[in-house]
């Protein structure tokens, strides 16, 4: 007698939709065409939206074959559901020689110009480290590539609402072209995130140029603006206050060495900044600036503070001493400071109860991370003040140098302090402490 029932289905057959989409979302390109394979339901699957909304696209300077197979694929589904896209993120790994970057210029033409016109949901755009000044970078592909990528910004302007172009490394004139990109239809831009960090070449001081400011003053709605101290001015001050003091959430400033830091900025354009923008929270993150009158040029009572990193790359300068720092311009900011990151080579003179005191001034101090010469006992009195009470500290990071080749004994005490503090580092702390050799 022959048996008429349907085949008995498996339980993936009724997995509802959302479920499914939840599945293929974990897949990748190569697994979701497989599966799209299996059957009609699976392959409508495929083609939601909710799964391409989001992109990261990395060109490698070296492709082996499997890469470059990997990379050709992910551009084709781009193109296929580009108009599906959010969030796209550009990346360039190790490019090596002008060819290369040729060909990148080429494909990224092609693929801003594809997404320009299909696509209408892209919110946020990153390309980071572009290091246009480098010399693989020839003039005629470097300007074409700017080119491209200021009328992608133009099509995109109403809509796109985060733009990260760090280290690109282009002139004040490029990079105030692409800037202008997103207000060129409207004469405003609203985007509400820009990181322009490292973004104009090395030893401009863009904060004197009227171009610079006439360009900043388009946007209307920053929230999170992330750029470097060489673009700050009194203009630049104002500009945001006047513009932006409704919506401006956090400044995000690097200070390096080689970009100029000694402009005088008032700090009543930063009293009028911070009063107008009262969720205003200023971090700053210093790379070899590290002497007290320099940093006392930038350091002033009247900006909102929540986090300053202070790292001097293992570079060691005899001229130089931390200690006015910790006891004059930091302790400014007790009301304010939540995040402490302090890497410092400093051989020639222990912090040990100058840091302390600090930490305990500062009365909303969450996260200390410290790379620096320190005694061992010093981790012993912060825990017990933190034990008691007199912080707040979440987090602990210190990596504590020597100058001995053996720190067998370091490592002991330090073992030892952990389990006498064992309670309190497990349940309430994200505690990392080691020692490190500087020999």
Request: proline share 3%; aromatic share 12%.
């Amino acid at each position: 007698m022959e048996d008429d029932s349907e085949p008995e289905q498996s339980s993936w057959a009724y997995l509802p939709d959302v479920c499914l989409r939840h599945v293929f979302h974990w897949l990748d390109d190569r697994d979701r065409s497989r599966a799209a394979l299996v059957c009609k339901k699976w392959s409508c699957a495929m083609y939601s939206g909710s799964l391409w909304r989001c992109r990261t696209l990395t060109f490698y300077g070296q492709p082996s074959r499997a890469r470059t197979l990997e990379f050709q694929s992910a551009l084709w589904y781009t193109k296929k559901f580009g108009k599906y896209l959010k969030h796209l993120e550009i990346k360039l790994s190790n490019p090596y020689n002008t060819p290369f970057i040729k060909k990148f210029q080429v494909i990224m033409r092609g693929l801003l110009s594809h997404l320009g016109k299909c696509n209408s949901h892209l919110v946020s755009l990153s390309i980071k480290y572009l290091e246009l000044d480098c010399l693989i970078w020839k003039n005629v592909v470097r300007a074409q590539f700017i080119k491209s990528l200021a009328a992608f910004l133009k099509r995109m302007s109403n809509q796109l609402d985060y733009l990260n172009l760090k280290g690109a490394r282009i002139t004040l004139e490029e990079g105030c072209e692409l800037l202008n990109s997103l207000s060129s239809l409207t004469n405003r831009s609203l985007i509400s995130e820009i990181n322009i960090e490292d973004f104009f070449s090395l030893h401009l001081s863009v904060y004197s140029s009227a171009l610079f400011h006439q360009t900043m003053s388009k946007f209307h709605s920053l929230t999170i603006l992330t750029f470097n101290y060489n673009c700050i001015s009194d203009e630049l001050l104002d500009i945001l206050r006047e513009h932006s003091s409704h919506s401006l959430c956090t400044l995000n400033i690097k200070c390096h060495i080689h970009d100029p830091h000694g402009q005088a900025v008032s700090g009543m354009s930063w009293a009028n900044l911070a009063k107008r923008a009262p969720k205003l929270n200023v971090n700053f993150f210093f790379e070899r600036v590290m002497k007290h009158d320099h940093l006392a040029r930038i350091l002033l009572v009247e900006i909102p503070v929540r986090s300053i990193s202070l790292r001097s790359c293992y570079f060691s300068d005899p001229d130089w001493t931390m200690r006015p720092t910790l006891t004059n311009l930091l302790p400014a900011y007790w009301h304010g400071l939540q995040k402490l990151t302090l890497e410092l080579n400093n051989d020639h003179e222990l912090l040990d109860d100058e840091l302390l005191q600090l930490i305990l001034l500062c009365k909303k101090l969450l996260f200390l991370k410290v790379w620096a010469f320190l005694s061992v006992s010093f981790m012993e009195r912060l825990l017990q003040n933190r034990a008691e009470r007199k912080c707040i500290l979440t987090t602990i990071k210190v990596r504590i140098y020597t100058a001995q080749d053996d720190s067998t004994e370091e490592e002991r005490l330090l073992a030892d302090i952990y389990r006498k503090f064992k309670y309190l580092i497990d349940s309430e702390l994200n505690y990392f402490v080691i020692t490190y050799p500087m020999v």
